[in-house]
């Protein structure tokens, strides 16, 4: 505190971080004592921005093909709206603060696509590898398969599918930086249309040589995995981009790591922790559709 005299002894009011008043007929001045302001952080709002930061990680590392991934949507919304909608309620990942700013990212059964054609089955057979339950009949896939060779074969023994439908397939790999062990994933997009009049193009010329394979009559896709896989089946109609339902089907060594609540709570601290205790909030999984009530 300080008294003046003189011109400034007139002064009232504050001037910056200094606040003017007559006392006793003297002038008295003061510095404001500045208090910063904690920011609210309940567990409901935490608990969302933990896995909010992997979803968009996951986003962005497919590169821009996911699109047109969810049909009839809203006016107004986006794939990425529908991507972070449709996920944010199960197979949560929770990264910390450090590990979202470096975008890091995990793989986990997230939806991909919402459609109305037949989902393609995955599973992991022998070494890892993705097999799918679309049928190959009895060819073998090698060096001299050609895209009508391939195309006619699934077509033939799979009814859903149609000359000029497209097969995409999206590998993500999880990897783990040796120095930080911040966690990151890339995804692997092919896509091929099915085409039963192409006899000149050779299958490993347009996706890869050895990426498709026959497992016991089975289409497999890819090598051994440690990550996710989602195949989509798509189809161009007058009304649009049709596609079939789809999930990441995970065989991932880390994902257990990043979930549970023991890894929940050890990110929500990473950001400062809960500041406020919403007491009469239930405390259930509010990211859980089927816990919240409209």
Partial sequence: MAIFSGIISRLRGSIGQLTFARVGGKTVVREKVERKAVPTRTRRQMRRR????????????????????????????????????????????????GEARQGGCVVAGYQVTRGSLPS???????GNVPVTDINMGGITIGSSTTVKTFSQAIIDNNPEWA???????????????????????????????????????????VVEANFFSVDEGKLAVGGALNGGVAVVHSRLTQGGTQVSTQFFVVNNTLLSLYQGDEAVEAAVLSYGGVTRDDFLTPNVDDLTSDTVRP
Avoid: C
């Fill in 50 to 97: 933990v896995v909010w930061a992997n979803l968009v990680n996951l986003y962005r590392a497919f590169s821009g093909t996911l699109h047109p991934s969810f049909e009839n949507k809203e006016r107004g919304r986006s794939d990425y709206n529908e991507f972070m909608s449709a996920n944010l309620g199960g197979n949560s990942v929770a990264l910390t603060a």
């Fill in 120 to 126: 393609v089955g995955v599973q992991f057979g022998s």
């Fill in 163 to 205: 000359n000029g439908d497209q097969l995409s397939v999206f590998i993500a790999h999880q990897q783990q930086d040796s120095g930080t062990g911040v966690p990151r994933v890339t995804i692997d997009a092919k896509e091929l249309t099915l085409d039963v009049n192409d006899e000149s193009s050779m299958l490993g010329d």
